[in-house]
């Protein structure tokens, strides 16, 4: 019974569940969340996406604040409302603090069949080091156009005695596709 009860522990350190593709929400370890009202509308970490003359974007996740780090982090393509486009993989300096993960039937609605695969098409946190920056590859499919969103959920403490925080639905800028 201990060594599924730390398997557990080490599993959500390592990265979210399967089960976080769906909302992108922490689990029971992390519930229920202290950051309410204009701390939860005001989130100390941003995603910025930076499109590159090859068609990719480069996804920068990184704290506002000097000392800020989170723990934890969750991040998807969206279009149209519709997460899990494209594939992503953690750029170099990044690549010890996280990993891709696979979000079985997103998206939902897709044009190109072959495209939605469900491979690596969200990136996730892989270590429960602090962490005040990562930087993620984001490839698109080969034929989508129109506008993409970054969306993420950032972690910051579990204590179980000062409780879980966490900020979801945090956006980049929209950026057009051609």
């Given at each position: ?5 730390l ?16 909302n ?113 590859i984001?490839?698109p ?38």
């Amino acid at each position: 019974m201990l060594v599924a009860a730390l398997s557990g522990v080490h599993g959500y350190s390592g990265g979210p569940p399967p089960g976080a593709c769906k909302n992108m929400r922490p689990g029971p370890p992390h519930e229920p969340n202290s950051v309410a009202g204009a701390d939860k509308r005001s989130p100390p970490f941003e995603v910025i996406a930076s499109p590159q003359e090859n068609g990719q974007v480069i996804v920068f996740l990184r704290s506002l604040r000097d000392q800020r780090a989170f723990r934890g982090f969750m991040l998807m393509a969206e279009v149209n409302g519709d997460r899990g486009h494209g594939y992503f993989v953690p750029a170099d300096e990044s690549a010890e603090l996280a990993a891709t993960m696979d979000c079985e039937n997103l998206p939902v609605t897709c044009a190109d069949e072959a495209a939605c695969q469900g491979f690596a098409n969200a990136i996730a946190h892989s270590s429960p080091e602090d962490k005040v920056a990562v930087t993620a590859i984001w490839t698109p499919p080969s034929q989508m156009s129109g506008q993409v969103t970054f969306v993420a959920t950032f972690v910051g403490e579990n204590d179980p005695d000062l409780g879980s925080t966490w900020w979801e639905n945090v956006r980049s800028s929209p950026i057009d596709l051609f």
